[in-house]
């Protein structure tokens, strides 16, 4: 089983900058991509960036690109999501994901955080 812990959050003000941290343990070798996705109320959870341990590439919704960097340690399982020029409509529980397929479908990802909340006010 692998565990996610996130770190991070919190409220904001808009054009504001707030950095997310998940750390993945466990049976972490089957880990070869991590992510985040985000989950607003009433709205179905979307992706929003991930990283590829196998390749180094990385992938971003066409929402945070420009304002969102995703970066990590393959060697420490973990990952950072740095999030610049934060928008109300930012505004959702994020969710750190890991799993072995480097995809943008949540259905992909087979172990998820618990999330922590991001509000960006106007």
């Known amino acids: 089983q692998v565990q996610l812990v996130e770190s991070g959050g919190g409220l904001v003000q808009a054009g504001g900058s707030l950095r997310l941290s998940c750390a993945a343990s466990?049976?972490?070798?089957?880990?070869?991509?991590m992510g985040w996705f985000r989950q607003a109320p009433g709205k179905e959870r979307e992706f929003v960036a991930a990283?590829?341990?196998?390749?180094?590439?990385?992938r971003y919704a066409d929402s945070v690109k420009g304002r969102f960097t995703i970066a990590g340690d393959n060697g420490k399982k973990t990952v950072n999501l740095q999030m610049n020029s934060l928008k109300p409509e930012d505004t959702a529980v994020y969710y750190c994901?890991?799993?072995?397929?480097?995809?943008?479908?949540?259905?992909?990802?087979?172990?998820w955080g618990q999330g922590t909340q991001v509000s960006v006010s106007s």
């Open positions: 990283i590829s341990w196998s390749g180094g590439g990385t």
């Open positions: 466990g049976r972490t070798l089957s880990v070869y991509t």
């Open positions: 994901a890991a799993g072995g397929v480097f995809s943008l479908v949540r259905y992909e990802y087979k172990h």
